[in-house]
């Protein structure tokens, strides 16, 4: 049989365990929200990104970088930071666009650049379509080709004000 001074003493413990464990035991039940931070860039995006660019065309696809060197405006850097509430990973992502002038120089970063990279806008050409005779689609005509609401026309409401009068 257990006394006075020995269920205080198992309560006690069972009381400083769990407030030294308590943090880390049900941490799993605490919702945490995910934090992103920076510029989230999609692949077709960085696909865009083509040599001799402008600063304006560079920032049309990308939007505005995080930080533009303070001594130079030729160094942009587009930094992605993402923190994940549930298990506490980490994605970094960086790219760091670099300008001669005005125009695009080199580009370096966590992305895989497009193998049209090199080639400038002026020399790169649009996709062309395949087929010689493009047909539009045109929505289905349906069997019934009653209204599905009667609407009456402004003649046959001034006739029909008429014949009301009339009578």
Request: aromatic share 8%; charged share 25%.
């Amino acid at each position: 049989m257990i006394n006075k001074k020995q269920r205080l003493t198992l309560v006690s413990a069972v009381a400083l365990t769990l407030s030294l464990s308590g943090c880390s035991v049900f941490d799993w039940l605490i919702y945490k929200p995910d934090v992103p931070q920076g510029n989230y860039m999609e692949t077709q995006q960085v696909d865009k990104l083509r040599i001799d660019m402008t600063k304006e065309q560079a920032e049309y696809i990308l939007g505005r970088p995080v930080l533009r060197d303070s001594f130079s405006d030729d160094t942009w850097y587009y930094v992605y930071h993402f923190k994940s509430g549930r298990d506490a990973s980490i994605t970094h992502k960086e790219l760091i666009i670099h300008f001669d002038g005005d125009k695009i120089s080199s580009v370096v970063g966590d992305y895989d650049l497009s193998p049209e990279f090199n080639t400038p806008l002026e020399e790169s050409s649009l996709p062309s379509v395949n087929e010689p005779e493009v047909k539009p689609l045109l929505p289905e005509i349906r069997p019934d080709s009653k209204p599905l609401v009667e609407e009456l026309r402004p003649e046959l409401n001034i006739q029909a004000e008429q014949n009301n009068e009339s009578t």
